[in-house]
């Protein structure tokens, strides 16, 4: 008889950025391991036990069909050894024809710390170019260049704990109840306990989210600064602004007022299209509470002004002094798990490790004396749009993409197939068979993935947490940063990337974050430097920083009033509000604004494999309001057809919904199908790549289209 054992383990969970901790039980029978049933973790301060239905379904979207098991090249099985001698061949390659700026990586919040570090690293400090980005961009890369322009770094001053201590939660471009489900009960759960807590939501859309709101502004798309330079004029002028917060912590009060000055609650009711008396009541409401937190997501970070958005939304806090106290502040939320642990070893082409600026001269000789490497990026490299157009016009030869499906998820297909198309060499590394992306692959790298692999990631609440391979990697699939360890190895450079465990790569990580810049950065993870492997992983849940071994982590940030500005100051920013660059005409008549669904992650890659996750939404549809159907001749279930200036050609047929909860003249479609799920449905290739000219990150909340019965 097989001896059966089982065992408990803790993860967790890689589809959000709430970062819910997992207990999944594990089953050993003789020489087969596998999972049996997961649970949410009840002492994990994210979710406490609760899971959200992604969570529930992981075991269903884990399963081994459709896995990559084995390195190829040009469709031939290969050995690692051939596969990663080939890369690192190709990018020494191109290094010596062209330099090291014709090299890029692509990669993802999917990725964990460590590889995400290791792949920092090869790439600015051994390649020598910056051209390393992800993901991440088209997520939170706004939200970063608001924090860095206010507080000096990249800073969420905030807890999920702060949900208990507010009077006021303020859900602006977020529909948490789908995207952020563990959070949003806990939401629900603070007002139902406290009968003061407000709710206001931001959103052209009534969503689900709505149902926790007292108040709902559905505005118009695009007009969110307009918006809260009101609400910075109206706490100016009904004389609550905290004025000893802002003459002993901040600069720049003066500018941004007078910018804000002609926005009375008239002009922004215009502006905005909003009644003039719920503006009012959203400014009175905030003004009179002495507590609020304003949730931002994807609706004010991808717009071509989504920095100055989450300008407009801390220059509130600051105005009213609502920052560094319980219960109060400007709170981003990441979509990806580990969007925030990529920040923080510099996976952004505009940023270096541990939040050390690019720009900086002596920021980047810090870091290339901390890794003795050879070279060093002397410039900010391009950022992922940028990265693709350069592609297409032949400047980048050589690009390493991971753990993310760009054909997909970014805006402008046409232009990413024909950047791919034009590439010398792609390698992609990825743990599914069947992405759009994979496609376009020279070499295809198995890599493995939730549950497999062993690493950190890092909340939207700046908290660290565990991912822990649980189970043994299918085929010849390794580990990210095994793959990129190796690479670099072949290229000449195995003394600096020989790590035993990958605990050594969060050690290295821990150190850098200290190296010279101790006590001036708030980045700091002294505390957990020098952990043994058993200690790293027992490692617990802990919020950055964490400054030396007796911190248990940091809960809030700014609470003594200073922030990591050169003189400790907090800027409030001017704002200029700006319409967005893909504006409606007679050809293309309608506003398109595209998200995610409740049941489905990124590009279904996963969740597709999970029946159950197709219960809810079975399929992608339009939401359209009735009456632009009805001037169409279009009725519930009837093909729709879109196309925009900018998709060559390409349309995407969609059926109808009929949803009054649209606002007229515009439509809400989801990102997640395309043509590896049989669908005619590619929403990303309808957004023309249009994107903020401070983060780069690109505008998926509005393109112009036309709409015809298909
Ligand atoms: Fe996973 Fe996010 Fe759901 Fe938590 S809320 S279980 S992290 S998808």
Same mark, same amino acid.
Not at 36 to 43: F, H, L, R
Not at 129 to 147: F, H, K, P, Q
Not at 236 to 261: K, L, P, Y
């Given at each position: 008889t097989t001896k059966r054992t089982q065992q408990l383990g803790q993860t967790t969970c890689p589809y959000c950025g709430v970062g819910c901790g997992v207990d999944v039980i594990r089953q050993q029978d003789g020489r087969n391991a596998s999972l @049996?049933? %997961?649970?949410?973790?009840?002492?994990? &301060?994210? +979710?406490f036990g609760r899971l959200c239905i992604k969570g529930t379904n992981l075991l269903q979207t884990n399963g081994a069909e459709n896995?990559?098991?084995? &390195?190829?090249?040009?469709?031939?099985?290969?050995?690692?050894?051939?596969?990663?001698?080939l890369v690192a061949e190709k990018i020494k390659d191109v290094i010596a024809k062209h330099g090291p700026e014709a090299v890029a990586f692509y990669v993802s919040g999917q990725l964990l710390t460590e590889d995400y570090y290791v792949a920092n690293k090869l790439m600015?400090?051994?390649?020598?170019?910056? +051209?390393?980005?992800?993901?991440?961009?088209?997520?939170?890369?706004?939200?970063?260049?608001?924090? @860095?322009?206010? #507080?000096?770094?990249? $800073?969420?001053?905030?807890?999920y704990n702060d949900l208990e201590h507010t009077d006021l939660l303020v859900l602006v471009g977020s529909n948490a109840a789908w995207t952020h489900p563990v959070l949003f009960q806990r939401m629900e759960r603070a007002k139902l306990r406290n009968p003061d807590l407000n709710v206001v939501l931001i959103d052209p859309r009534a969503t689900d989210s709505s149902t926790l709101a007292d108040l709902h502004l559905?505005? @118009? &798309?695009?007009?969110?600064?307009? $918006? #809260? +330079?009101?609400? $910075?004029? #109206?706490?100016?002028?009904?004389?609550?602004?905290?004025?000893? #917060?802002?003459?002993?912590?901040?600069?720049?009060?003066?500018?941004?007022?007078?910018?804000?000055?002609?926005?009375?609650?008239?002009?922004?009711? +215009?502006?905005?299209?909003l009644p003039e008396a719920s503006v009012i009541q959203f400014y009175t409401m905030f003004a009179k509470k002495t507590t609020a937190i304003t949730f931002f997501s994807m609706g004010i970070n991808q717009s071509t002004t989504g920095v100055d958005k989450g300008n407009a939304i801390i220059n509130c806090h600051l105005a009213s002094g609502k920052i560094g106290k319980p219960g109060s502040g400007p709170f981003s939320i990441t979509g990806q798990p580990n969007a925030m642990g990529g920040r923080e070893v510099g996976g952004l082409a505009n940023m270096l490790a541990a939040h050390m600026d690019i720009d900086n001269a002596e920021h980047r000789k810090n870091v290339q004396t901390f890794w003795q490497s050879p070279v060093m990026a002397e410039r900010q490299g391009l950022k992922a749009v940028d990265m693709f157009e350069r592609m297409a016009a032949g400047d980048i030869k050589f690009v390493w993409i991971m753990a993310t499906n760009p054909v997909v998820s970014m805006p402008n297909r046409p232009q990413i197939e024909a950047a791919l198309e034009k590439c010398e060499t792609v390698v992609v590394s990825d743990i599914v068979a069947n992405t759009d992306t994979l496609a376009f692959a020279d070499i295809v790298l198995p890599a493995t993935g939730w549950s497999e692999k062993d690493g950190t990631v890092t909340n939207s609440e700046r908290r660290i947490s565990r991912q822990r391979g649980l189970l043994p990697a299918p085929g010849e699939a390794r580990h990210d940063w095994q793959i990129i360890c190796d690479v670099a190895g072949k290229m000449g450079f195995a003394d600096s990337f020989s790590?035993? /465990? %990958?605990?050594?790569?969060?050690?290295? /990580?821990?150190?850098?974050?200290?190296? @010279?810049?101790?006590?001036?950065?708030?980045?700091?993870?002294?505390? $957990?430097?020098?952990?043994t492997v058993s200690e790293y992983d027992r490692l617990s849940p802990t919020q950055w920083p964490v400054a030396d071994a007796t911190c248990q982590g940091t809960e809030r940030l700014f609470s003594d009033g200073k922030f990591f500005t050169a003189d400790r100051r907090a800027n409030f920013i001017a704002i200029q509000p700006a319409a967005p660059a893909q504006l409606t005409c007679e050809a293309f008549p309608f506003v398109l604004n595209s998200g995610r669904l409740r049941d489905q992650w990124h590009t279904m890659t996963r969740t597709g494999k999970a029946a159950k996750l197709f219960r809810h939404t079975a399929q992608a549809t339009l939401a359209m309001h009735p009456d632009d159907a009805e001037k169409l001749s279009l009725k519930e279930g009837d093909l729709a057809a879109l196309s925009a200036a900018s998709s060559g050609g390409m349309t995407t047929i969609l059926p109808v919904t009929l949803e009054t909860r649209q606002r007229k003249g515009e439509v809400f479609a989801p990102i997640h199908w395309s043509k590896a799920w049989g669908s005619h449905c590619q929403i990303g290739a309808l957004f023309n790549g249009a994107n903020d000219e401070i983060s780069g990150q690109p505008e998926l909340k509005h393109a112009a289209v036309a709409i015809q019965p298909a």
């Open positions: @049996k049933s %997961v649970a949410g973790t009840p002492e994990h &301060p994210a +979710n896995r990559l098991l084995s &390195p190829s090249v040009a469709g031939k099985n290969v050995s690692w050894d051939t596969a990663t001698g600015k400090g051994y390649i020598g170019s910056a +051209n390393i980005d992800t993901n991440s961009r088209l997520c939170m890369s706004s939200a970063v260049a608001a924090y @860095k322009r206010a #507080f000096g770094e990249d $800073l969420v001053p905030c807890s559905p505005l @118009k &798309p695009g007009t969110d600064a307009a $918006l #809260f +330079n009101g609400l $910075l004029h #109206f706490l100016v002028t009904q004389g609550h602004t905290d004025n000893t #917060f802002i003459a002993d912590s901040t600069n720049g009060f003066e500018a941004a007022v007078e910018n804000a000055s002609v926005w009375s609650t008239a002009a922004v009711a +215009n502006y905005c299209d790590y035993a /465990h %990958v605990s050594e790569i969060f050690d290295e /990580h821990t150190r850098l974050t200290t190296y @010279k810049n101790h006590g001036e950065r708030a980045l700091n993870l002294c505390g $957990l430097s020098g952990m």
